[in-house]
């Protein structure tokens, strides 16, 4: 009977370790896949609304002959704010703020998108993302297993 009592109570904690085994790997799958936005909420990981400034220089990056007449100066705005912002951070804070641009005449939506998702790259404002890299942002984040 003791000997039951022992193996139920083995296999009972040989099944919280492999629980507990099993839901740290998915985390860890989860951050390196680069889910770790949704823990990036405006008004607690990062300000609401904090690279307003991106806007005019993303819109000279998108479409040229459109936006601010001194891009260096927009730039240089765009890149303090989206540098204040955490890195791994920074790609959910440019998705937020490009969700909220509405289509500008003779410069898409989607061409603004992408000038903004390549902000980080070492030729634009050579910052570090969450992955720990510069580059570019992807967007929506693909949390789920395929």
Known sequence: MASSCFNRRLHLLLAGVAAAVLL?????????????ESQCQPGEAFPHNPLSGCRGYVISRACPGHGPRRPEMAKARCC???AAVQPRCRCEALR???????????????AQRAAAAALLAEEECDLWSGSGKTGRCYWPCQCTEK
Do not use: F, K, Q, Y
């Not at 740290?24 to 770790?36: E, M, P």
């Not at 937020?96 to 939506?109: Q, T």
């Open 24 to 36: 740290s790997g998915l985390a860890v799958g989860a951050i390196a896949a680069g889910c770790w």
């Open 96 to 110: 937020l703020h490009m969700d909220g641009v509405g289509e500008l005449r003779g410069c898409p939506r989607e």
């Open 80 to 82: 303090r704010e989206l």
